[in-house]
């Protein structure tokens, strides 16, 4: 139980263009969805904590406008990177949970997605 | 605000040795705290987590982990190690709703 899966496994674009980038949760329905960017030998870094239909919450330093997040189901998010430039080069990770009354203390994550902008 | 720290960003360790791999973290209140390992290119596997009860836990993979509160740490500990277990291992905190990770520790197993 509780698998959280991604799309694409990997992507290469052109600097300028937009990326789009789903999170789902297989077999459990999360209520948050949290995404995460991971550089070379780095820790994790969170980005931004998506609810249900609501709008996402931003860490402070995070472009809003650039990393647009759509949490529209209680199995999908999505994370969309505009007018993406080399410099958003990484690897992106989702997570999910379900609500904490639930038991939802813990996150599950996806298997990551690479981003490599030329 | 929260931190942890995990001092040994690398530890190389036979195959078969006991490995112990350390995590510190800072906080005054009650927290969450969770041990996940990441192969190469792969996202996060959770290996065990602390909420509350018996300070020992035991994960998957024969690993296991104690909580101390008078130290704040949540060390992780194998007592024989494989090939297998080469990996990243992070250490993290939870008790605003969000996790936070330490820098994660490399394992690296030799035969």
């Known amino acids: 139980g509780a698998v959280v899966s991604q799309h694409p496994s990997w992507v290469i674009c052109k600097s300028g263009t937009s990326v789009k980038i789903e999170c789902r949760s297989l077999?459990?329905?999360?209520?948050?969805m949290f995404w995460y960017r991971q550089f070379p030998k780095q820790s994790l870094m969170l980005m931004a904590t998506?609810?249900?239909?609501?709008?996402?919450?931003?860490e402070q330093g995070v472009e809003k406008d650039k990393f647009l997040i759509n949490h529209a189901s209680l199995t999908l998010s999505t994370l969309t990177v505009t007018s993406a430039h080399p410099e958003d080069s990484s690897f992106y990770i989702c997570?999910?949970?379900?609500?904490?009354?639930?038991?939802?203390?813990?996150?599950?994550f996806g298997p990551g997605t690479r981003l490599l902008v030329l | 605000a929260q931190s942890v720290t995990q001092l040994d960003s690398q530890v190389p360790v036979f195959e078969e040795a006991p490995v112990e791999l350390r995590c510190n973290y800072s906080?005054?209140?009650?927290?969450?705290l969770f041990w996940y390992v990441q192969y190469p290119n792969q996202g996060l596997q959770l290996l065990l987590k602390?909420?509350?009860?018996?300070?020992l836990v035991k994960g998957i993979n024969g690993f296991e982990a104690e909580f101390n509160k008078s130290q704040t740490s949540f060390h992780l500990r194998k007592p024989s190690v494989h090939i297998s277990d080469t990996a990243e291992y992070f250490c993290?905190?939870?008790?605003?709703?969000?996790?936070?990770f330490g820098t994660g520790t490399r394992l690296q197993v030799f035969p």
């Open positions: 998506s609810n249900e239909g609501s709008k996402a919450t931003y």
């Open positions: 077999d459990f329905q999360a209520t948050t």
């Open positions: 997570s999910a949970r379900v609500p904490r009354l639930a038991g939802g203390e813990t996150q599950y």
């Open positions: 906080s005054s209140v009650s927290v969450y």
């Open positions: 993290a905190v939870d008790n605003t709703d969000k996790l936070i």
């Open positions: 602390y909420l509350s009860g018996s300070t």
